[in-house]
């Protein structure tokens, strides 16, 4: 904010100026719950790469062992748009969701099938990443879905 003072003190005039136009990278972006998240990470892929707008609902971290959400639920995957596939069927842009140290074994974590063996995903307190879709990323994996 810039805020002109004339003499006396009196308020001349007031200018808001707020940032605009920053994109976080999709690799290397620093982690932010809620805000530079794996959802988020997702949701700025499908707006980027196929100009598809996902919801952003609001989540407190750790809701996944509290179960104040259900965010990787069956229900909200498919009220935004997604059906389930078979990971037999995994396709490039296909939503991977995958279990991490649940203690409700609840899906906690996304990431975005890239093709060629690749996921990109955001793990908790890390930066964002490119990384091999195999072995134990396959492990955790508990579904895998597709937007329509």
Not at 5 to 26: E, F, H, K, R
Not at 69 to 91: N, P, R
Not at 126 to 143: A, F, H, I, K, N
């Amino acid at each position: 904010m810039i805020v002109s003072v004339m003499p006396g003190p009196v308020v001349a005039d007031t200018q808001v100026i707020q940032p605009s136009g920053y994109a976080a990278p999709l690799v290397g972006r620093s982690w932010a719950h809620g805000v530079l998240d794996c959802w988020a990470l997702c949701r700025d892929w499908y707006a980027r790469e196929r100009a598809i707008v996902l919801p952003d609902p609001e989540r407190a971290d750790n809701w996944w062992d509290d179960g104040s959400s259900d965010l990787y639920g069956d229900a909200a995957m498919q009220a935004a748009g997604f059906t389930k596939v078979e990971l037999k069927d995994i396709a490039e842009g296909d939503l991977v969701l995958m279990q991490i140290r649940s203690k409700n074994l609840v899906p906690n974590h996304a990431a975005i099938y890239l093709g060629g063996g690749h996921i990109l995903h955001h793990l908790y307190d890390r930066l964002s990443s490119r990384d091999v879709y195999g072995g134990y990323w396959q492990e955790v994996t508990r579904s895998v879905w597709r937007l329509v």
